[in-house]
Nanobody, 125 residues
Framework: VQLQASGGGLVQAGGSLRLSCAAS??????????MGWYRQAPGEERELVAV???????NYADSVKGRFTITRDNAKNMVYLQMNSLKPEDSANYYC??????????????????WGQGTLVTVSS
């Protein structure tokens, strides 16, 4: 199982970025449950930014409410994070996360808590 994140970059304060993350498996994904975005700044612990259930229920960190929007495309096993009104304190490595049930090469169902490789967001003041 792989999560491939993209969309990070350098942006001025007040600007916007859209992060994308695609889930894939070597054989077949049976189901993707919660998908989310976390971030980690240098010297800080990783923190939850936003999470979305398979049914579309969302939850956000207080620091990003009203500025960030998480969405997903269940048909494509993708999750997105639209980030508006960015602040310097939003600068961090952003990681996507997904709880995935997939079928392995022995036709067994395997549940994993998968992480993407991280995409760097830098917001200049």
């Amino acid at each position: 199982v792989q999560l491939q994140a993209s969309g990070g970059g350098l942006v001025q304060a007040g600007g916007s970025l859209r992060l994308s993350c695609a889930a894939s498996a070597s054989k077949k994904i049976s189901r993707v449950d919660d998908m989310g975005w976390y971030r980690q700044a240098p010297g800080e612990e990783r923190e939850l930014v936003a999470v979305i259930s398979s049914g579309g229920n969302t939850n956000y960190a207080d620091s990003v409410k009203g500025r960030f929007t998480i969405t997903r495309d269940n048909a494509k096993n993708m999750v997105y994070l639209q980030m508006n009104s960015l602040k310097p304190e939003d600068s961090a490595n952003y990681y996507c996360n997904a709880k995935i049930l997939y079928i392995d090469y022995e036709d067994r169902f395997v549940a994993v808590n998968a992480w993407g490789q991280g995409t760097l967001v830098t917001v200049s003041s």
